[in-house]
């Protein structure tokens, strides 16, 4: 889940007369909904060489949203989604890494999705990677495929599945999502460098196994024009066998939190501004087994973006920046998380109802 997504919807149809909302999920729901919740989180860890998919949707009565953190809404019934995603993430370059720094990547991603039910939206992710190191050469390429399966729920008197209509008071109640996603090895490992050697593992735009990964969300109106969004993910990647090595990048653990504000809205016009807060954790690579040094850590971002919808139609453009950081050997470290001079991404999305 790598390539920076991110979705937005337009308005879904309301019903303003009064609350109708579905039965509660049945305990034996929630319970299986809890074991597969644990189980990926006990098997799904991350890297982090690549962009993120994050989920959002908005409309133009409903709740805010954010261009990284994961909102809990899912798309509507029968509706198609589509997306382009870039996302530009210059590196520091380090003296000790001279003179092969990693100098520049850029994840590119095309989205598709559907509302299959009110509560359970399919997307896929291709991204399109492109990676530079000096010295090395420019490495650029199709990544791995990503297919995702979304779950929207709510808490009204109840746990409660999402309707397919919800009033602009149903709108206010805390929803939740619920996520899972699995790459599949569509991106190549064995592109080779202008010196006609295998880029190192973390220069592919392939990883070269599937890897799952599991999402929680939660999303709450604070008033009409402001709305709150947190959300955890975890995923995980397995050992691959490159053409020089065995590697398997570590995990990595994403708490996001997000305040939007509808700062200005006029008939189907609506533009709205983000703050976030992204902790990323990531475990030490390994290589045949062995952790590596001058790899892993944590980080915490801090990002501002903007959104305009127009009906269906969506344009977000942010920035994201490293305020705090431990890296493990940090001093060895370049062109990984937290050593950016800045995370930037614009995303245009167009959504319509069958």
Same mark, same amino acid.
Request: hydrophobic share 40%; charged share 20%.
């Given at each position: 889940?790598?390539?920076?997504?991110?979705?937005?919807?337009?308005?879904?149809?309301?019903?303003?007369?009064?609350?109708?909302?579905?039965?509660?999920?049945?305990?034996?729901?929630? $319970?299986?909904?809890?074991?597969?919740?644990?189980?990926?989180?006990?098997?799904?860890?991350?890297?982090?060489?690549?962009?993120?998919?994050?989920?959002?949707?908005?409309?133009?009565?409903? &709740?805010?949203?954010? $261009?990284?953190?994961?909102?809990?809404?899912? $798309?509507?019934?029968?509706?198609?989604?589509?997306?382009?995603?870039?996302? +530009?993430?210059?590196?520091?370059? %380090?003296?000790?890494?001279?003179?092969?720094?990693?100098?520049?990547?850029?994840?590119?991603?095309?989205?598709?999705?559907?509302?299959?039910?009110?509560?359970?939206?399919?997307?896929?992710?291709?991204?399109?990677?492109?990676?530079?190191?000096?010295?090395?050469?420019?490495?650029?390429?199709?990544?791995?495929?990503?297919?995702?399966?979304?779950?929207?729920?709510?808490?009204?008197?109840?746990?409660?599945?999402?309707?397919?209509?919800?009033?602009?008071?149903?709108?206010?109640?805390?929803?939740?999502?619920?996520?899972?996603?699995?790459?599949? &090895?569509?991106?190549?490992?064995?592109?080779?460098?202008?010196?006609?050697?295998?880029?190192? &593992?973390?220069?592919?735009?392939?990883?070269?196994? &599937?890897?799952?990964?599991?999402?929680?969300? +939660?999303?709450?109106?604070?008033?009409? /024009?402001?709305?709150?969004?947190?959300?955890?993910?975890?995923?995980?990647?397995?050992?691959?066998?490159?053409?020089?090595?065995?590697?398997?990048?570590?995990?990595?653990?994403?708490?996001?939190?997000?305040?939007?504000?509808?700062?200005?809205?006029?008939?189907?016009?609506?533009? /709205?501004?983000?703050?976030?807060?992204?902790? $990323?954790? +990531?475990?030490?690579?390994?290589? %045949?087994?062995? /952790?590596?040094?001058?790899?892993?850590?944590?980080?915490?971002?801090?990002?501002?973006?903007?959104?305009?919808?127009?009906?269906?139609?969506?344009?977000?453009?942010?920035?994201?920046?490293?305020?705090?950081?431990?890296?493990?050997?940090?001093?060895?470290?370049?062109?990984?998380?937290?050593?950016?001079?800045?995370?930037?991404? +614009?995303?245009?999305?167009?959504?319509?109802?069958?």
């Amino acid at each position: 889940m790598r390539a920076g997504t991110h979705i937005d919807r337009c308005g879904r149809s309301r019903d303003l007369r009064h609350k109708t909302g579905p039965s509660p999920v049945p305990t034996s729901g929630i $319970l299986a909904l809890t074991a597969l919740g644990a189980a990926l989180l006990v098997s799904a860890p991350a890297h982090a060489h690549h962009g993120v998919a994050s989920l959002g949707v908005a409309g133009p009565e409903g &709740p805010g949203t954010a $261009l990284e953190t994961t909102s809990a809404m899912p $798309l509507p019934r029968l509706a198609v989604f589509g997306m382009l995603k870039t996302e +530009l993430v210059p590196f520091q370059h %380090r003296s000790h890494a001279e003179p092969e720094n990693k100098s520049l990547s850029s994840f590119n991603t095309a989205a598709l999705g559907f509302g299959v039910l009110p509560w359970l939206s399919a997307y896929v992710f291709q991204p399109y990677n492109l990676k530079v190191q000096d010295g090395v050469g420019a490495n650029s390429g199709p990544g791995d495929t990503n297919v995702m399966l979304s779950l929207g729920a709510k808490w009204d008197e109840g746990l409660r599945l999402v309707p397919e209509k919800e009033s602009l008071d149903e709108l206010a109640d805390l929803h939740v999502g619920l996520w899972v996603s699995l790459t599949l &090895p569509a991106g190549p490992t064995n592109e080779l460098d202008d010196r006609g050697q295998p880029f190192a &593992p973390d220069m592919q735009t392939g990883f070269g196994e &599937p890897s799952p990964a599991f999402g929680l969300s +939660l999303l709450k109106q604070a008033s009409e /024009d402001f709305t709150w969004l947190g959300e955890i993910n975890y995923q995980h990647f397995f050992m691959h066998r490159y053409p020089t090595t065995v590697y398997r990048f570590g995990g990595e653990t994403r708490v996001n939190t997000a305040l939007a504000w509808r700062a200005y809205a006029a008939g189907r016009f609506r533009a /709205d501004v983000s703050g976030e807060l992204c902790f $990323l954790h +990531l475990q030490r690579d390994q290589e %045949r087994g062995t /952790d590596l040094e001058a790899s892993g850590g944590s980080i915490l971002y801090a990002g501002l973006g903007v959104r305009a919808s127009y009906a269906g139609f969506s344009a977000a453009l942010g920035a994201r920046y490293a305020v705090a950081k431990s890296l493990n050997e940090q001093a060895d470290q370049q062109g990984s998380e937290g050593l950016e001079m800045l995370r930037v991404s +614009l995303a245009l999305s167009y959504s319509i109802g069958l």
